[in-house]
């Protein structure tokens, strides 16, 4: 009996020697983490005064995603033997120059994306990867500095496609206006003399034209968080059906040695591309049918969408 005390007296004093350990422990986490703030807060603070420095600054992020999947007599569903895939990467890069009296600030962004739907019992279907999102789009704004928030400003913008109809269409952008950046890492360009070069394989839909350019790009990092939103608006002075805007959000959260989670989502309103799809969707079922024009409003200028989550990986 007196063995059996000794072993529960022991067993509660170790008990509560560990308890008051974890204890201590947990009321030394506190001040760590305010330590480590402390020293985010002076790293970030420093990084700042880095991006503040005149010369080149260079950067890119970029996202993986993909799936892969087999099924063999899988009767439950309608195609029993299929295989299926899907795979999309994405890349924003920038080359940016900050001067005194100017600074010259280049983009790209860069997104494919490619599908597979194999019926294995057939060997009539297509049991390839196709091509799926398809965007790239490369900037370049040269300004020279009238103030340190306002600068007198030139634009070159291209748009188009590289895994199918490279350049058909494609859309470049010159003009001259004024940029402004109100904070740090906005950039709000507005140019009122732009010209809309529309690059296609003669079809009458797609024209070129005058008209004014909007651009406002928001790039930032925040500790492990990579941000950027690019909204870029052509409008034309001819005709609104002219008109277009691409806006494209990218998000990266690096969780280790680089590698992280990413998350992009793209909108884009054109009505010359809609018509033209229109046209090319009511040829291949009637050759001979009377294709839409612009003005034409039986053609619906739906909202164009995408988005890719996956792994990401900042260079």
């Known amino acids: 009996m007196k063995k059996l005390m000794i072993a529960l007296s022991c067993m509660l004093l170790t008990y509560s020697i560990s308890a008051q350990t974890e204890e201590e422990l947990k009321q030394e986490i506190a001040p760590k983490k305010a330590e480590i703030a402390k020293l985010q807060g002076e790293v970030d603070a420093l990084k700042a005064k880095i991006d503040a420095l005149p010369g080149w600054k260079v950067g890119a992020f970029g996202t993986v995603g993909g799936s892969l999947s ?9 195609t029993p033997d299929v295989s299926s895939g899907n795979i ?16 010259w600030r280049n983009a790209l962004n860069v ?70 950046t109100p904070i740090e ?16 394989k003669g079809d ?5 034209s005058l008209g004014a350019k909007i651009v406002a790009d928001y790039t930032r990092q925040i500790g492990a968080i990579n941000f ?10 001819k005709s609104s059906d002219l008109s277009n805007f691409t806006w494209i959000n990218s998000f990266g959260y690096t969780l280790w040695k680089g590698i992280g989670v990413g998350f992009e989502f793209g909108l884009r309103g054109n009505r010359q591309e809609a018509v033209n799809f229109a046209n090319d969707r009511l040829l291949a079922e009637n050759s001979d049918a009377t294709t839409f024009e612009l003005g034409d409003d039986a053609v619906d200028n739906e909202l164009q969408t995408y988005w890719l989550l996956g792994l990401n990986y900042k260079f």
């Open 204 to 208: 009458a839909v797609f024209e070129s």
């Open 88 to 103: 999309g990467i994405t890349l924003n890069a920038f080359a940016n120059k900050k001067e005194a009296k100017y600074f």
């Open 185 to 200: 890492n906005l950039v709000v360009v507005v140019h009122p003399l732009n010209y809309n070069f529309v690059f296609s």
């Open 228 to 237: 950027k939103s690019n909204l870029s608006m052509f409008q034309s002075y």
């Open 70 to 78: 087999q099924f063999n007599n899988w009767y439950s569903q309608g």
């Open 111 to 180: 997104n494919l994306g490619w599908v597979k739907f194999d019926d294995e019992s057939t060997d009539e279907d297509d049991d390839s990867f196709r091509e799926a999102t398809d965007v790239f789009n490369i900037t370049s704004l040269y300004g020279y500095k009238l103030s340190e928030k306002i600068a007198i400003s030139t634009l070159g913008e291209y748009r188009t496609t590289i895994l199918n109809n490279f350049n058909d269409p494609g859309y470049l952008d010159l003009g001259v206006g004024a940029t402004w």
